[in-house]
Nanobody, 121 residues
Framework: HLVESGGGLVQPGGPLRLSCAASRFSFNNDVMNWVRQAPGKGLEWVSTFKSGDSSTTYANSVKGRFTISRDNAKNTLYLQLNSLKPEDTAVYFC????????????????WGQGTQVTVSP
């Protein structure tokens, strides 16, 4: 139902743009998130987009560097990653839901496979 793309290998300081395309449901009435999982670690919440008021929130570790956005017409969620750091290396997932405890208990079958972001010289 969710397909992430746009990851890759990038040098520190570089940008990437991640996309999350949804099928079978619409983002319009959902809270959508980006979460990430670094090698050997648990899931970490990155950012949230709330459809009701189009508000956005970010983890302190990415605030000012990452930007979450949504294109309703394309039913796609985006995450613009700028000024990337090696510690941003992780698999990035998009996921619906407002319950953080449930969110961080993933990944779940209805999530996508994620997209790998590797930040390295």
């Amino acid at each position: 139902h969710l397909v992430e793309s746009g990851g890759g290998l990038v040098q520190p300081g570089g940008p990437l743009r991640l996309s999350c395309a949804a099928s079978r449901f619409s983002f319009n009435n959902d809270v959508m998130n980006w979460v990430r999982q670094a090698p050997g670690k648990g899931l970490e919440w990155v950012s949230t987009f709330k459809s009701g008021d189009s508000s956005t929130t970010y983890a302190n570790s990415v605030k000012g560097r990452f930007t979450i956005s949504r294109d309703n017409a394309k039913n796609t969620l985006y995450l613009q990653l700028n000024s990337l750091k090696p510690e941003d290396t992780a698999v990035y997932f998009c996921a619906p839901g407002a319950n953080m405890e449930v969110l961080l208990g993933g990944p779940y079958d209805y999530w996508g496979q994620g997209t790998q972001v590797t930040v390295s010289p």
